[in-house]
């Protein structure tokens, strides 16, 4: 038998445990990474049939059990690692990734406490000289500070609050030294924030006060600030703040529950990726919900993420439908969010609003990447700055420079936005006929648009063989209603119905309206539907006019009378700019309208501030805002806007 094979999997075990991973997925993976099945078991010498249960008897006797869910505990947890295992870990093994249990040994800490409180009281006040290195700092780019959590940047032109400076935790006016070797190094790596902060708490700390402090300088990095140090958490929370204009929390919280959403497909590798996550932030991911374009949902093997992911969410296509629905997952969870999403389906707007929401993102650099975590890793390092904790909800006051450098970008972005047809790009992964995907044409009733989502749905390996639930039936309704931005009943208004929310009664009404031939069956109370391979062609005359349209045409009053004001000012001011344009012989076009914009903080603002959906399209807006006041013509992005000579009055009144 192999034992270093035999140990690794112990340690993936381990893992396992910790993460609580079903059996089938744990051992895939473990084949995976270890030449496949067949070679793994005869490495370990095991029967090519037969329970894990038993396998794990005869490999581990009396270590694990299997739960009925399928998943390993440890017998007898009593916390007594093995550590000659553990010893061995083999840096590529999956090893790595079981748990880091918060491993500082409490009492050595302690004892490094103490003497340093001895060092510190005796100290005779003659400073050692300052001997920095230059690696501490260099090593801690891209790391996380060890005090605030947020990454490290290189130098002051990446954001000076977070550039990697070499932190000496008990400073050398207090009788520090320069080593950096130990359990407990007293040189550093830590942000530029954290390390004024620090150098504050020290100033504003009475001699008499020193015992607190070297606990307080020492444990912030190393250990655990408990209630007794709250009055220098405190000091060193304002000037934190000061620094950096965010709040800081308590240090504990970055274990809070993390979400993890991850935006199209980023790969199988669903353990690694999991792994990933606990390895960069310290906690498993509590829940983990993957939003996937219709068209990709044939990429993704459920049965590998179900473990770690029981929600797949199928959206419409098009990176905006993913990146709106990924945004609203994230804007709506209470705990921390990560967002993963693929390379290719993110964008510049998406990426921004997630940095000021303080929510991380994490980039898979290759959607079929066998190393997706080596990948991921890379990427993420690259990105600056991330950041585990809750800031202020509130957003930092901004320079007036970076002001108007984001109401360009906002305003770059939204055209972007626009620009962007739903489109399926040749190296999509789009399986089936280009007509079928993409959004829906326009015009097309929603009636229309959900019963082709509906027969397309039903052609999907998943559902092919097993028929459609009310609830698989109902989520289509649902991706519909959210793209139109629509309430519940406002939404139902366009199938002529009456209801307020989404009800099972409400979902079969409407696949009766959606003219569907298809046949029932029930299978442990559960009744499934089974739609005809043959479905009749509805006449073309029945296509009706797209009542969203109509709904569009927001009625005037619906705006307050702050907004009022808002929009008569962007009218008069477009005026004026196309006049200021015209006199030199020039067409003011929509890329000219930041200088519109530019007055309520950007075009994205903009539109909040009006209570627009930021996709709304300019063609939309205007006739929304301004009536029929100006003529828009040419195409995305070079919209030329002009007044309208046929316009008679304005909507002042
Ligand atoms: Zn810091």
Redesign the pocket.
Known sequence: MSTPLRDKLYNHILGMVERKTKLTAGFTEFYKENGGKENVLKELNLSKSGSWKRKLKELYPGEFSVSKKGTISRVGQSGASQPNVLAKNDSKSTAKLVMKVDRVDESSLESHIQNWIKRVEGFSGKSKGRKGRKKISTDGVGKP??????Q?VAGPKNGK??MSTIEHIIPLSMGGDNTYTGEFPQLTA??????QARNKVVQATKKSDRKGLVRFLITQVYGRIDDSLSAFMDVFKNH?KIQTGRTLEHKTSTNQDIHLIQAGFCGNNAVSTASLIFDMFGSHPIKNIILLEQREANLIDFEAWNPYAPEIILVPNGDDNLQLSALERVLSTTSKAICMIHPSKTSQTFERLLQSNNIALLKPVNQTNINARTSIKASLSRLLPWNWFNWNKTPRALEPSTVLQNQKKDLEMTEVLEKKEPQVSTKSVDRTPAKQSGGPAKNQHPLEEFRKRLIKKSKHERYRESGLTVGEIQSILFSMKKKTELSWSQFFKLFDLKKKGLSEETVLTILEMAAVDYTTKTENETMFYMLNKKQTKLPVKEQVKNPLEEIEEVPEKRFSPEQRIVINAALEKIRTEISNFESEGKVFKASNLSRVYSNYGGGVEFKKLLGLPISTKLHDMFTMLFGDAFKISGSSPNWEIRNNPNHKSTQEE
């Open positions: 500070c060890p005090t605030c959590n947020v490290m609050p977070f830590m942000c530029f924030a954290c390390n934190y």
